[in-house]
């Protein structure tokens, strides 16, 4: 079940908090939390049906709560949060799937922190699906524990990672950005990762990719979809993962001939089909070698779906 907090979610967080036990109830009254009378009882328990977390909404949810509070304690969120999550633990288990995503000006990383406590962290740490949307991050923050948490991620989606700066991946070894140094340790720390999700991003790449290498036995399944490479570096990282099923490339830009070098000559033996639709022309060494995946003559662009451009009118054509 996925915690619907979108819609409502102010209520939802009213229902869960009835189902808290008496001890539970007594430390928030004692931080001046005043909670819903337990009547009347949920049909079902609830909590135990939660399997999926988008921790972003139900944060807002929880907030939003919170606003109705007659004397409302600063660290009011924070407490009903770690109740909250607990109470998730204790009847549920571990998540299968967790959203993590920035919320505006008025997020902070320690509310995400809570996650990492002894008595919480087990939320996580069997996490299959994990989504990583232009997730805030500080250099000692969440980003920088997960490596450590969640280590069985199956399913990595990776959304609207801009950065500060453009990011190298022969700049690694000199590097303090904390971002891209974490979401590297994220992939190498990885078991059995099959799915790496890339869309709208245009930072960090070449630090993600080159550890992909890691993952090399296990990946199966590669999209990138509104990405920026520009500065990437070469995709060794990518190229080591010859045992991929489905690789797809979405309206990308700056890929250049220097990236795709590693792809060539290599040997996917288990890769039936590269999907590529893009702006313009692209780079045409990499269409080459798209088709010579596909099984089409290099004088055809047949299997690329290639799109108008609004600043290249005069040198797109579109092809089916």
């Given at each position: 079940m996925?915690?619907?907090?979108?819609?409502?979610?102010?209520?939802?967080?009213?229902?869960?908090?009835r189902?808290?036990?008496?001890?539970?109830?007594?430390?928030?009254?004692?931080?001046?939390?005043?909670?819903?009378?337990?009547?009347?009882?949920p049909?079902?328990?609830?909590?135990s049906?939660?399997?999926?977390?988008?921790y972003?909404e139900?944060?807002?949810?929880?907030?939003?709560?919170?606003?109705n509070?007659?004397?409302?304690?600063?660290?009011?969120?924070?407490?009903?949060?770690?109740?909250?999550l607990?109470?998730?633990?204790?009847?549920a288990?571990p998540?299968?799937?967790?959203?993590?995503?920035?919320?505006?000006?008025?997020?902070?990383?320690?509310?995400c922190?809570?996650?990492?406590?002894?008595e919480?962290?087990g939320l996580?740490?069997?996490?299959?699906?994990?989504?990583?949307?232009?997730?805030?991050?500080?250099?000692?923050?969440?980003?920088?524990?997960?490596?450590?948490?969640?280590?069985?991620?199956e399913?990595l989606?990776l959304?609207?990672?801009?950065?500060?700066?453009?990011?190298?991946?022969?700049?690694?070894?000199?590097?303090?950005d904390s971002?891209?140094?974490?979401?590297?340790?994220l992939i190498?720390a990885?078991?059995?990762l099959?799915?790496f999700d890339?869309?709208?991003?245009?930072?960090?790449?070449?630090?993600?990719?080159?550890?992909?290498?890691?993952?090399?036995?296990s990946?199966r399944?590669?999209?990138?979809?509104?990405?920026?490479?520009?500065?990437?570096?070469p995709?060794?990282?990518l190229?080591?993962?010859?045992k991929?099923?489905?690789?797809?490339?979405?309206?990308?830009?700056?890929i250049?001939?220097?990236?795709?070098?590693?792809?060539l000559?290599?040997?996917?033996?288990e890769?039936?089909?590269?999907?590529?639709?893009?702006?313009?022309?692209?780079?045409?060494?990499?269409?080459?070698?798209v088709?010579?995946?596909?099984?089409?003559s290099s004088?055809?662009?047949?299997?690329?779906?290639?799109?108008?451009?609004?600043?290249?009118?005069?040198?797109t054509?579109?092809?089916?």
């Amino acid at each position: 079940m996925t915690t619907p907090f979108h819609n409502g979610g102010h209520k939802l967080i009213t229902t869960y908090l009835r189902s808290l036990d008496v001890e539970e109830r007594r430390d928030l009254k004692l931080k001046g939390i005043k909670l819903p009378s337990v009547s009347p009882i949920p049909l079902f328990n609830y909590p135990s049906l939660i399997r999926h977390l988008d921790y972003g909404e139900m944060l807002y949810s929880v907030e939003v709560w919170c606003r109705n509070l007659p004397k409302r304690r600063s660290d009011s969120v924070i407490s009903i949060m770690r109740v909250l999550l607990r109470l998730f633990l204790h009847n549920a288990g571990p998540l299968s799937s967790l959203k993590l995503a920035t919320l505006g000006e008025d997020y902070t990383d320690e509310k995400c922190m809570i996650l990492t406590e002894p008595e919480i962290k087990g939320l996580i740490t069997s996490v299959r699906t994990l989504s990583l949307d232009g997730f805030y991050y500080s250099e000692q923050g969440l980003l920088a524990k997960l490596p450590e948490l969640c280590q069985n991620v199956e399913h990595l989606y990776l959304r609207g990672w801009y950065g500060h700066q453009p990011c190298k991946a022969d700049t690694t070894s000199s590097t303090n950005d904390s971002a891209a140094i974490s979401l590297r340790r994220l992939i190498k720390a990885q078991k059995n990762l099959k799915t790496f999700d890339m869309i709208n991003c245009r930072a960090h790449l070449g630090y993600m990719i080159s550890a992909l290498d890691t993952q090399s036995v296990s990946l199966r399944s590669m999209k990138f979809r509104l990405v920026d490479f520009k500065d990437c570096g070469p995709w060794e990282g990518l190229a080591s993962c010859i045992k991929l099923r489905n690789l797809e490339f979405w309206f990308c830009k700056g890929i250049t001939h220097k990236m795709i070098k590693p792809l060539l000559g290599k040997i996917f033996t288990e890769l039936e089909e590269v999907k590529l639709l893009q702006y313009g022309i692209g780079c045409e060494e990499f269409n080459y070698w798209v088709n010579n995946i596909n099984g089409i003559s290099s004088t055809s662009n047949c299997n690329i779906c290639t799109v108008v451009d609004e600043y290249e009118p005069e040198n797109t054509k579109l092809y089916c």
